[in-house]
Nanobody, 125 residues
Framework: QLQLVESGGGLVQPGGSLRLSCVAS????????IGWFRQAPGKEREGVSCILSSDGSTNYADSAKGRFTISRDNAKNTAYLQINNLDVEDTAVYYC??????????????????WGQGTQVTVSS
């Protein structure tokens, strides 16, 4: 059974950092494209970043460039999202998602098939 479990969220002050993890089980993450998404209250879910397995290429939303870093450790079947210099606008539930294959790194929710349950990130002073 394919499963994704996010962790690492929490309450952090503006300017702080977090490292989110996404652990995959029931399948080999190597064969999958990984995306990170977030959904703030009252807003649509938006793509933040994605990473391919074939060459490690990445893609970031404009809002994530410079502060977010996506990575993966296929040996641990785990993906990560490092977020630095957090802002209150980053408050959201963060999700990881996957799609089988090595094709282009997409940030649309329609390009992913399996999702985790999300981890809450709250940025507040």
């Amino acid at each position: 059974q394919l499963q994704l479990v996010e962790s690492g969220g929490g309450l952090v002050q503006p300017g702080g950092s977090l490292r989110l993890s996404c652990v995959a089980s029931g399948f080999n993450l190597y064969y999958y494209r990984i995306g990170w998404f977030r959904q703030a209250p009252g807003k649509e879910r938006e793509g933040v970043s994605c990473i391919l397995s074939s060459d490690g290429s990445t893609n970031y939303a404009d809002s994530a460039k410079g502060r977010f870093t996506i990575s993966r450790d296929n040996a641990k079947n785990t993906a990560y999202l490092q977020i630095n210099n957090l802002d209150v606008e980053d408050t959201a539930v963060y999700y990881c998602a996957v799609r089988y294959g090595f094709r282009a790194c997409e940030l649309s929710t329609y390009e992913y098939d399996y999702w985790g349950q999300g981890t809450q990130v709250t940025v507040s002073s």
